[in-house]
C-alpha cells in the first residue's frame, strides 16, 4: 500500500514530499529539560541518559554547523541523498528563551541543503511565544514538533517521572494542530506495570487525537539509568521479541492510515544496553512486523475509527 509497506513510513513520506529519502541529522542544541535542572524535576525521566535520549548526537560544545557538516559525513557512506532535516533530539528543545532558540533553530536552517527541522521537545514547554516562534518556523520551513507521551496513564507517568499530566498533553496537541503545526508522539511499549491492554489503550488515545506521525518504541534498559537501578531491585517482564510484534500490529490496525509512522523499533546503544537485547537486532524486528501484518492479512489502519 505505501512501495509494498503495510504502514505508512517517514521514509515513503519523504519520498513523497522532497522526490528523494530525507536524512535527518541529529543535533545536540546544548539545551537542558525542566526534568533536570530543578523545575520538574532533578534526575530526568526515569529512562533518560544522561545525554537526554541524545546518544547518537554530536558533542554539544560544537556549533549548529559543525554538528551537521560532521552528522552529513556519517550519513553520506549510508545514503545518497541532498535532502537533510536537522532533529534537535537531546533533552528538550523549546526549554530556552524565544531568542536563543531563534538563533540555533535559524543556525541550522542557514546550512546547505537543510530542508527542514524536526525538535523534541515536552508539552510543558510550548508557551505562547514558543508557538509563536513555532508558526513562524512552519512558514519558512518543513517543521515536525516531537513530543514524549510514552503513555497516556497518568499512574505509569508518574512513576516514569514524566512530570506532566496527560491532560496537557492533549491541550498543546490541540494548540498545535490549530497552527498547522505537523505533531509526532512517542510511545513506549513494555513500562512497568503495563499490560497489553494498557499499551493499547495509549494507541487509541493518540489514534483518537489525528496527529501527524508516532514513534512507537520499546522500553529500553540502559546501563547508568534510574531505570536500571531500578530493574535489578524490582525485576519486571520484558517484552519478547513476538510480544512486541504482535502489540506493534495492533497498534498499527488502531492508527489511522494517514498517520505517518516514523518508527516501530528504538535505538539502544550497545555498550549501555541491559535488555531487552533482541532489539539490537533492528532489521528482524522490522522483517517481523512486516512478516506478521502479512500473514494477519493486516494493514495501518484496519481497525482505525473515530
Keep these: 500500500m505505501w512501495n509494498e509497506k503495510k504502514y505508512h513510513s517517514l ?17 545536540d542544541g546544548g539545551f537542558t529539560c525542566p526534568n533536570r535542572d530543578g523545575t520538574a524535576g532533578y534526575r530526568g525521566c526515569i529512562f533518560c541518559s544522561e545525554r537526554g535520549s541524545g546518544d547518537f548526537s554530536s558533542e554539544r560544545c560544537k556549533s549548529i554547523e559543525k554538528q551537521i557538516e560532521e552528522q552529513k559525513q556519517i550519513m553520506s557512506g549510508k545514503w545518497k541523498s541532498s535532502t537533510y532535516i536537522a532533529y534537535f533530539q537531546s533533552y528538550t528543545n523549546t526549554y530556552d528563551s524565544v531568542e536563543n532558540l531563534r538563533k540555533r533553530f535559524y543556525e541550522a536552517l542557514d546550512c546547505e541543503n537543510i530542508k527542514g527541522l524536526a525538535i523534541a521537545t515536552r ?5 505562547e511565544q514558543v508557538l ?18 510514552q503513555t497516556a496513564d497518568d499512574k505509569t507517568a508518574e512513576f516514569l517521572r514524566r512530570g506532566y499530566k496527560t491532560q496537557q498533553f492533549r491541550e498543546v496537541c490541540s494548540q498545535l494542530k490549530n497552527k498547522n503545526i505537523r505533531t509526532v508522539v512517542h510511545m513506549i511499549m513494555g513500562l512497568p506495570g503495563e499490560i497489553k491492554t494498557d499499551m493499547l489503550n495509549t ?10 506521525g508516532v514513534k512507537i518504541h520499546m522500553l529500553h534498559i540502559l546501563r547508568g539509568t534510574d531505570l536500571a537501578d531500578y530493574y ?5 517482564h520484558i517484552l519478547t521479541l513476538e510480544e512486541y510484534v504482535d502489540v506493534v500490529c495492533d497498534s498499527l490496525e488502531l492508527l489511522s492510515e494517514g498517520t505517518v ?4 523499533t528504538g535505538d539502544g546503544k550497545k555498550s549501555d544496553l541491559i535488555e531487552p ?7 528482524k524486528v522490522l522483517s517481523d512486523i512486516d512478516k506478521t501484518l502479512k500473514i494477519r492479512e493486516s494493514y495501518q489502519g484496519k481497525k482505525f475509527s473515530l
Design 203 to 212: 494507541v487509541k488515545y493518540v489514534a483518537e487525537l489525528n496527529l501527524w
Design 123 to 127: 508539552p510543558d514547554c510550548i508557551d
Design 277 to 283: 537485547l533482541w532489539t539490537l537486532h533492528k532489521l
Design 261 to 264: 509512522v516514523h518508527r516501530l
Design 11 to 27: 521514509d515513503y513520506e519523504m519520498k513523497k514530499i522532497f522526490g528523494e529519502k530525507a536524512i535527518k541529522l541529529i543535533i
Design 232 to 236: 535489578m531491585q524490582n525485576p519486571f
Design 132 to 149: 509563536e516562534l513555532l508558526s513562524e518556523l512552519n512558514s519558512k520551513t518543513f517543521l515536525w514538533i516531537e513530543l514524549g507521551l
